[in-house]
């Protein structure tokens, strides 16, 4: 069963904007912190950007602070990533996240704490 979709994924020129979608069928959806993961060839994984569950709380890799956006929507089920001025260095597969937890405030940054995943939306910035 995928619980996980990514979409919005593409090409883009440097200075450019996407959005990424992912929609969930977690259930209950505000028992979801959601996050996003990205990777590209020969680097780590990496942690960019988590909601709590109840979208007080959020969390950004230093990398993208005030350029990417993260944001949920309870009625639909769906977890966004806002991306503005895009880098060549933003070029990864970005991964959808889901991670149940007790705290409402709590947004996980590490992988091991999120057990769901989607497939992955490849995003590509050319300069």
């Known amino acids: 069963q995928v619980l996980l979709v990514e979409s919005g994924g593409g090409s883009v020129q440097a200075g450019g904007s996407l959005r990424l979608s992912c929609a969930a069928s977690l259930s209950p959806f505000s028992d979801y912190a959601m996050g996003w993961f990205r990777q590209s060839p020969g680097k780590e994984r990496e942690f960019v950007a988590g909601?709590?569950?109840?979208?007080?709380?959020?969390d950004y890799a230093d990398s993208v602070k005030g350029r990417f956006t993260i944001s949920k929507d309870y009625n639909t089920r769906m977890a966004y990533l806002q991306m503005s001025d895009l880098r060549p260095e933003d070029t990864a597969v970005y991964y959808c996240?889901?991670?149940?937890?007790?705290?409402?405030?709590?947004?996980?940054?590490?992988?091991?704490?999120?057990?769901?995943w989607g497939q992955g939306t490849q995003v590509t910035v050319s300069s």
């Open positions: 996240v889901g991670s149940r937890t007790q705290s409402t405030a709590s947004v996980p940054t590490t992988g091991e704490n999120y057990a769901y």
């Open positions: 909601i709590s569950r109840y979208s007080s709380r959020t």
